[in-house]
């Protein structure tokens, strides 16, 4: 039997076509009645036929778009009832007819059967059993009746029903055949035959409309395998498709035990719809242990063409417990819990919340927003001093800050991983590298000689085809073969585990050009002496973490990782930079350790070029 939304749609609007087909024709018995009978038969079979009828308007009533599933199983059980007495009602006229002499009922009453058998096998071959009871039980009083003449071509007649009762019925079982098939495929993934797409956008629509009348909840999960694009790199396609369908197998096993839909979404995505339940805590708990269940179940090892595989997923939860939000909503819900599971780390259950979607919101918001804000000069820079042991203002870094009207100040930590994300640091960048060589220049220019002009890269810029020309192109606009060479790029230890080759070789064609390199953050991410040793950089900016910990005289441990990594920076020949210094006590012991340059609130915040022309030279007559 066809079960999708679209059918029960379907045979509820049969019921009315129906109605106005069977009382419309039928009244035709009442003017035969008329002119060859009594007319009573005719009006007792009538009067029954209407009354058969509201039995038929009644299921149309009743017929629910929030019904659930079993509900709208039970209501079709009602209708095939239905039809079956209704399309009976006209063998009783046949055989009523046929009983009588006058030759005429007898064409009208063959006729009519004959009518009723087409309209049925038209209207019921989407019902394979009940078409078939239908038309043989229309069928069979014909065939008799043609027998019973006892003539030769009465009994022509009765084979040739026959022969039509089979085409009828060949041809209802064919359209079903048509039917089912279609809508397997309209329906069900093709590789793993689990339900697809748009079988759960319908199966979600409709238990939103049942949620928003029972007032009831349910859950949705969103599965997205981890690193599955490794496997099917690395391993081929096969090996890739054959592991969706083992994940696919588990996960319709463990959703059938637990009464839940399980559909794949595409790639490997899936999605899980609960049943539902009566409380918003007893929907929580069982979502919860249902995403436990199913990652664990999705995390044991597979083995597939001799292939030992170990597979994790990050799952995504959304209770569905508001009437006045559309179906889509929970899924974006859904979506965002489950990559911030994967911004956490992957291999975990997130379960959505409000303060997941502010913190959602927002993002996007700065990002909608941030893609205006070059256009809008909204994006400024900042320089914050860099001063060497004697505390004389040797560099300065060059900090992004971006005041937007609605957002207000936004914290670079905030706005540049979304630039990254989205691409926008590449334009950000630009504009940020050109500003910072022309402030160079000017300054150059006005007596201000620097050591150095730092400069953060991130790894999208870094790794950006048409960076080495920008940055040639713009050094060439602005600055002399001598400035150049205070340039410094900062980049993270990000980067490093990124492309390292590729890394040694573009900074390698900067190297050439007289720009350095700094490692900044250094001690907190990919930390590798092999990749000091490897890197072309010229310098080391120690994480700010670390310097904040020299502050409390009982850590005395985090002073021999600082005296470490700069006695590791000397015999490498690298310069140290130490970020983040705020008080006297740490430069104090920055300097007694030979720190080249320090950088930090205790000499000055991050300032305006202006500001910082301003500081520069007033620092020239005193100490900082």
Same mark, same amino acid.
């Given at each position: 039997?066809?079960?999708?939304?679209?059918?029960?749609?379907?045979?509820?609007?049969?019921?009315?076509?129906?109605?106005?087909?069977?009382?419309?024709?039928?009244?035709?018995?009442?003017?035969?009645?008329?002119?060859?009978?009594?007319?009573?038969?005719?009006?007792?079979?009538?009067?029954?036929?209407?009354?058969?009828?509201? $039995?038929?308007?009644?299921?149309? &009533?009743?017929?629910?778009?929030?019904?659930?599933?079993?509900?709208?199983?039970? $209501?079709?059980? #009602?209708? &095939?009832?239905?039809?079956?007495?209704?399309?009976?009602?006209?063998?009783?006229?046949?055989?009523?007819?046929?009983?009588?002499?006058?030759?005429?009922?007898?064409?009208?009453?063959?006729?009519?059967?004959?009518?009723?058998?087409?309209?049925?096998?038209?209207?019921?071959? @989407?019902?394979?059993?009940?078409?078939?009871?239908?038309?043989?039980?229309?069928?069979?009083?014909?065939?008799?009746?043609?027998?019973?003449?006892?003539?030769?071509?009465?009994?022509?007649?009765?084979?040739?029903?026959?022969?039509?009762?089979?085409?009828?019925?060949?041809?209802?079982?064919?359209?079903?055949?048509?039917?089912?098939?279609?809508?397997?495929?309209?329906?069900?993934?093709?590789?793993?035959?689990?339900?697809?797409?748009?079988?759960?956008?319908?199966?979600?629509?409709?238990?939103?409309?049942?949620?928003?009348?029972?007032?009831?909840?349910?859950?949705?999960?969103?599965?997205?395998?981890?690193?599955?694009?490794?496997?099917?790199? @690395?391993?081929?396609?096969?090996?890739?498709?054959?592991?969706?369908?083992?994940?696919?197998? &588990?996960?319709?096993?463990?959703?059938?035990?637990?009464?839940?839909?399980?559909? %794949?979404?595409?790639?490997?995505?899936?999605?899980?719809?609960?049943?539902?339940?009566?409380?918003?805590?007893?929907?929580?708990?069982?979502?919860?242990?249902?995403?436990?269940?199913?990652?664990?179940?999705?995390?044991?090892?597979?083995?597939?063409?001799?292939?030992?595989?170990?597979?994790?997923?990050?799952?995504?939860?959304?209770?569905?417990?508001?009437?006045?939000?559309?179906?889509? =909503?929970?899924?974006?819900?859904?979506?965002?819990?489950?990559?911030?599971?994967?911004?956490?780390?992957? *291999?975990?259950?997130?379960?959505?919340?409000?303060?997941?979607?502010?913190?959602?919101?927002?993002?996007?918001?700065?990002?909608?927003?941030?893609?205006?804000?070059?256009?809008?000069?909204?994006?400024?820079?900042?320089? #914050?001093?860099?001063?060497?042991?004697?505390?004389?203002?040797?560099?300065?870094?060059?900090?992004?800050?971006?005041?937007?009207?609605?957002? /207000?100040?936004? @914290?670079?930590?905030?706005?540049?991983?979304?630039?990254? #994300?989205?691409? +926008?640091?590449?334009?950000?960048?630009?504009?940020?590298?050109?500003?910072?060589?022309?402030?160079?220049?000017?300054?150059?220019?006005?007596?201000?000689?620097?050591?150095?002009?730092?400069?953060?890269? @991130?790894?999208?810029?870094?790794?950006?085809?048409?960076?080495?020309?920008?940055?040639?192109?713009?050094?060439? =606009?602005?600055?002399?073969?001598?400035? %150049?060479?205070?340039?410094?790029?900062?980049?993270?230890?990000?980067?490093?585990?990124? *492309?390292?080759?590729?890394?040694?070789?573009?900074?390698?064609?900067?190297?050439?050009?007289?720009?350095?390199?700094?490692?900044? *953050?250094?001690?907190?991410?990919?930390? !590798?002496?092999?990749?000091?040793?490897?890197?072309?950089?010229?310098?080391?900016?120690?994480?700010?973490?670390?310097?904040?910990?020299?502050?409390?005289?009982?850590?005395?441990?985090?002073?021999?990782?600082?005296?470490?990594?700069?006695?590791?920076?000397?015999?490498?020949?690298? !310069?140290?930079?130490?970020?983040?210094?705020?008080?006297?006590?740490?430069?104090?012991?920055?300097?007694?350790?030979?720190?080249?340059?320090?950088?930090?609130?205790? +000499?000055?915040?991050?300032?305006?070029?202006?500001?910082?022309?301003?500081?520069?030279? /007033?620092?020239?007559?005193?100490?900082?």
């Amino acid at each position: 039997m066809l079960s999708n939304m679209k059918f029960y749609d379907f045979m509820h609007k049969q019921i009315l076509v129906l109605l106005a087909l069977f009382v419309g024709t039928g009244t035709g018995y009442l003017y035969i009645g008329y002119l060859y009978t009594s007319l009573f038969p005719e009006l007792l079979w009538y009067l029954l036929l209407l009354l058969v009828s509201f $039995w038929g308007y009644r299921l149309h &009533r009743v017929f629910l778009d929030e019904m659930s599933i079993e509900q709208k199983e039970r $209501w079709l059980g #009602q209708l &095939r009832y239905f039809l079956f007495i209704y399309f009976s009602m006209w063998t009783i006229m046949f055989v009523w007819y046929v009983s009588h002499h006058e030759t005429e009922l007898h064409y009208i009453a063959i006729a009519t059967q004959l009518g009723v058998v087409v309209v049925s096998a038209t209207i019921l071959a @989407s019902q394979k059993k009940l078409v078939t009871l239908t038309l043989t039980s229309l069928m069979l009083p014909l065939t008799i009746y043609f027998l019973s003449i006892g003539e030769f071509f009465s009994y022509l007649l009765a084979f040739f029903t026959v022969v039509l009762s089979w085409v009828l019925l060949y041809a209802a079982h064919n359209t079903f055949s048509y039917l089912i098939k279609s809508q397997y495929q309209a329906y069900h993934d093709y590789l793993t035959s689990l339900w697809n797409r748009r079988y759960f956008i319908e199966l979600l629509d409709n238990a939103m409309k049942i949620q928003k009348n029972e007032k009831k909840y349910l859950y949705l999960l969103l599965i997205d395998l981890d690193h599955f694009k490794t496997i099917n790199d @690395s391993l081929g396609h096969d090996v890739g498709d054959a592991l969706l369908c083992e994940v696919s197998r &588990r996960m319709f096993a463990l959703s059938r035990k637990q009464k839940n839909k399980v559909a %794949r979404l595409g790639g490997d995505e899936f999605c899980v719809l609960s049943s539902f339940y009566d409380t918003k805590e007893e929907c929580f708990a069982a979502a919860k242990h249902c995403a436990a269940n199913i990652l664990r179940t999705i995390k044991d090892s597979y083995s597939i063409e001799g292939h030992h595989l170990y597979i994790s997923a990050s799952i995504g939860v959304s209770v569905i417990g508001k009437p006045d939000i559309q179906a889509d =909503t929970f899924i974006k819900e859904a979506d965002i819990a489950m990559y911030e599971a994967k911004a956490q780390g992957r *291999d975990g259950i997130i379960v959505f919340n409000d303060e997941l979607s502010k913190r959602v919101e927002r993002k996007l918001e700065i990002e909608r927003l941030l893609h205006f804000s070059i256009e809008k000069n909204e994006i400024c820079l900042n320089y #914050q001093p860099q001063v060497n042991g004697e505390n004389e203002i040797i560099g300065c870094e060059v900090l992004v800050r971006w005041h937007n009207e609605k957002l /207000g100040q936004v @914290s670079s930590e905030e706005f540049v991983p979304i630039a990254e #994300q989205t691409g +926008f640091i590449i334009e950000l960048g630009h504009d940020i590298l050109e500003e910072s060589l022309k402030t160079l220049k000017e300054w150059e220019e006005k007596g201000i000689n620097l050591q150095q002009l730092s400069i953060n890269i @991130s790894m999208r810029q870094l790794f950006y085809r048409d960076f080495v020309s920008d940055v040639k192109q713009l050094c060439e =606009t602005y600055l002399t073969k001598e400035q %150049r060479s205070k340039i410094v790029f900062e980049i993270t230890e990000t980067v490093v585990a990124e *492309d390292i080759q590729k890394l040694i070789t573009i900074m390698k064609v900067f190297r050439e050009y007289g720009i350095r390199f700094s490692m900044d *953050d250094f001690g907190t991410g990919y930390s !590798s002496l092999s990749y000091l040793h490897q890197l072309p950089i010229d310098e080391i900016k120690i994480d700010k973490s670390f310097i904040t910990e020299l502050n409390k005289p009982e850590q005395d441990d985090e002073r021999r990782i600082v005296q470490t990594i700069f006695n590791i920076a000397k015999n490498l020949r690298l !310069s140290i930079v130490a970020e983040g210094v705020e008080t006297e006590e740490q430069r104090k012991f920055l300097v007694e350790n030979h720190c080249d340059m320090l950088q930090g609130y205790y +000499f000055s915040e991050p300032l305006s070029a202006s500001e910082f022309e301003t500081y520069f030279w /007033g620092s020239q007559g005193q100490k900082v």
